[in-house]
């Protein structure tokens, strides 16, 4: 009886997972959580970061970094666009005692590049691009 038991709750742990929303059916980030990257620049480019929606983590927002300077706080569902110069950057995300993920990019004029923010049943959460 108690193998039964523990394949429930596994399974209902891995339901508890954020899944993934495309950037263009998510929710904006308000702009009073909005704080760095919104002025459009001649030649800049887009970072467009969105967070996973669903119940773990859903307490917490996410901080947003970009090369050290605190960005955003995203909430579950949510997204942000950034404009940055055209470059090599830091994109950072912290939440809910997760750990700071970090992940470098580059970035041409003109273009746009996204990245998502994944939270599993165990918090441990992840930045990644993405096509969405």
């Known amino acids: ?3 039964p038991m523990a394949a429930v709750a596994m399974a209902m742990l891995a ?18 959580r909005l704080f760095a990257f919104q002025a459009q620049m001649q030649g800049d ?5 969105t967070r996973d929606k669903g119940f773990v983590g859903a ?8 090369d050290g300077r605190r960005a955003a706080e995203i909430g579950s569902g949510e997204t942000a666009k950034f404009r940055v110069a055209p470059g090599d950057h830091i994109l950072s995300a912290s939440s809910c005692g997760s750990g700071l993920k970090e992940r470098e990019t580059s970035i041409k ?5 996204k990245f998502r923010i994944s939270i ?6 992840d930045l990644s691009p993405t096509m969405q």
């Open 1 to 3: 009886m108690r193998i």
């Open 59 to 66: 307490g917490c927002n996410t901080t947003v970094s970009i």
């Open 15 to 32: 339901g508890c997972a954020t899944s993934p929303v495309p950037s263009s059916e998510a929710d904006p980030v308000p702009s009073s």
């Open 109 to 113: 004029a003109g273009s746009t590049k």
């Open 45 to 49: 480019s887009t970072l467009v970061v």
């Open 120 to 125: 599993d049943s165990a918090m441990s959460m």
